[in-house]
C-alpha cells in the first residue's frame, strides 16, 4: 500500500474525529479539508468527470455526516456557520489539490466541494429537527444532494470545454446557498405549527411566535433584548418546536424523553422573558434614567 493511500486514510479518520466536536468551528473546518483531502488527495491534473465528481462530493458528504453522529444543530443559523467552516477547510484544500489544472478549473473545483459540503450541513441540518422516516430521509438526502450537485458542476465544467467554467463556479456558489432552502421552509413550518399552541397557552407572546419564523425576523427583533438575551430566548424557542415535533412522530420512552425537553426549553423561555420584562420595566420606569449626584466635599 503506497504512502498516498495512506495519507488519505489517516485525513479520512481525522475528519470522522473532528466532524464530530459539535459547535466547535475549528474542527469543523479542519474535518472539512481533511474530507475533502481524503477524496481529491495531494495533486490533481485532470478535473473530475461526472462520476468521479459524484463519488468525490459523495465520500466527502459521508465522511462528514458518519463524523457528526447527529451533532449539527438543528438551528438553520446556526447549524450554517458551522457549515461554512466545513465548506471553506474543503475549498481551500480543493483549490491546492487542482492547482496544477488549467484555466479556472481549480477554482470550478473548489466551487464543487463547497456547495457538496453545503448541501451536507442543509441536510443534516433538518434530519436534525424531524425524527422516523423524515430524519432518515433527509440524512440519505445529505450525501444524495451532494452526489447529484457534483455531477452537476462537473458536466458543465465538461460541456464548457474551458471557456465558460465561470458558469461552473457561479453555479457551485449559488448552489451552496440554494440548497438551505429545504432547511429553512421546514423549520418555518415547525416553528409556526409547534410554537402556536405556546401562544394558545399564554407562554409565548404571538408576536415572538411570527418573529421566530424567519432567521433574518428574528435577527433583527429588538424586543428579545441584548445578544446574549436574544441567543437564549431564539434557542429555547427553537429547540422547543423542535422537541415538539419530535415528540409527535416517537413512541415509546422517547415520547417521555422529549416530553422533559419541552419542559426545560418553556423553562429557559419564561425565565429569559422574566428578565427580559423586568430589565425594561427598570428602564421604562426610569431606575437608570439620570446619573447619581456626585459626593459633596
Not at 413550518?189 to 409547534?194: F, G, H, P, S, T
Request: charge should be positive; include cysteine; charged fraction near 20%.
Amino acid at each position: 500500500m503506497s504512502g498516498a493511500i495512506l495519507l488519505r486514510a489517516a485525513a479520512a479518520a481525522g475528519a470522522l474525529v473532528l466532524a464530530g466536536r459539535a459547535g466547535d468551528r475549528l474542527a469543523a473546518g479542519l474535518a472539512g479539508a481533511l474530507a475533502a483531502f481524503a477524496a481529491l488527495g495531494a495533486g490533481r491534473t485532470t478535473f473530475p468527470g461526472p462520476a468521479e465528481a459524484a463519488a468525490v462530493a459523495g465520500g466527502i458528504a459521508l465522511l462528514l455526516a458518519l463524523g457528526e453522529r447527529r451533532e449539527m444543530p438543528s438551528i438553520t443559523e446556526e447549524a450554517a456557520r458551522l457549515a461554512s467552516f466545513s465548506a471553506a477547510g474543503a475549498a481551500a484544500v480543493a483549490l491546492a489539490s487542482g492547482r496544477r489544472l488549467p484555466g479556472a478549473e481549480p477554482l470550478a473545483l473548489a466551487a464543487l466541494v463547497f456547495a457538496a459540503v453545503s448541501a451536507s450541513g442543509a441536510e443534516s441540518c433538518r434530519a436534525g429537527g424531524e425524527a422516523g422516516w423524515r430524519e432518515g430521509l433527509a440524512r440519505g438526502l445529505g450525501v444524495l444532494v451532494p452526489s447529484a450537485l457534483g455531477a452537476g458542476l462537473s458536466a458543465v465544467v465538461a460541456a464548457s470545454s474551458g471557456r465558460n467554467d465561470a458558469w461552473a463556479i457561479l453555479g457551485g456558489i449559488a448552489a451552496a446557498l440554494l440548497v438551505w432552502t429545504p432547511a429553512v421552509l421546514a423549520e418555518s413550518a415547525r416553528v409556526r405549527r409547534e410554537l402556536a399552541e405556546e401562544v394558545e397557552l399564554g407562554l409565548l407572546p404571538g408576536e415572538d411566535a411570527v418573529a421566530l419564523r424567519l432567521p433574518w425576523t428574528r435577527g433583527l427583533e429588538k424586543r428579545f433584548g441584548r445578544r446574549d438575551e436574544r441567543r437564549e430566548y431564539v434557542r429555547s424557542a427553537l429547540l422547543l418546536a423542535a422537541a415538539r415535533h419530535q415528540q409527535r412522530h416517537r413512541t415509546g420512552e422517547a415520547v417521555r424523553l422529549r416530553q422533559l425537553e419541552v419542559l426545560t426549553f418553556r423553562t429557559r423561555l419564561r425565565r429569559t422573558q422574566e428578565a427580559r420584562a423586568a430589565r425594561f420595566g427598570r428602564s421604562e420606569s426610569g431606575e437608570y434614567a439620570a446619573e447619581p449626584p456626585p459626593p459633596q466635599a
